[in-house]
């Protein structure tokens, strides 16, 4: 049993960022907000986008939200993904 306090305790907070995918590949994702940040995440079971689709909206350059939990740099996991068309 963990004693109480231990850091797998912790719940992040969630986090929301606005851009365009720029990179698809298998579960991740790379998006570039509107100020030119990148940011990569991992995507949780959640987000339920197939391959194709995330190709479409980083081909159309369709702005998405997205919602994660950790450090968007080092492998923060998406809760959600929207669209405007959604």
Not at 28 to 40: E, K, P, Q, T, W
Not at 66 to 83: N, W
């Amino acid at each position: 049993m963990m004693p109480h306090g231990h850091p797998r305790d912790v719940t992040l907070p969630a986090a929301r960022v606005r851009g365009v995918i720029t990179i698809a590949q298998e579960d991740r994702i790379r998006l570039v907000d509107a100020a030119g940040r990148g940011y990569l995440f991992i995507l949780g079971k959640r987000v339920r986008r197939s391959l194709p689709e995330l190709w479409q909206l980083a081909r159309e350059r369709r702005p998405v939200t997205v919602v994660y939990v950790g450090p968007p740099d080092l492998g923060a996991i998406a809760t959600a993904l929207r669209s405007e068309a959604d």
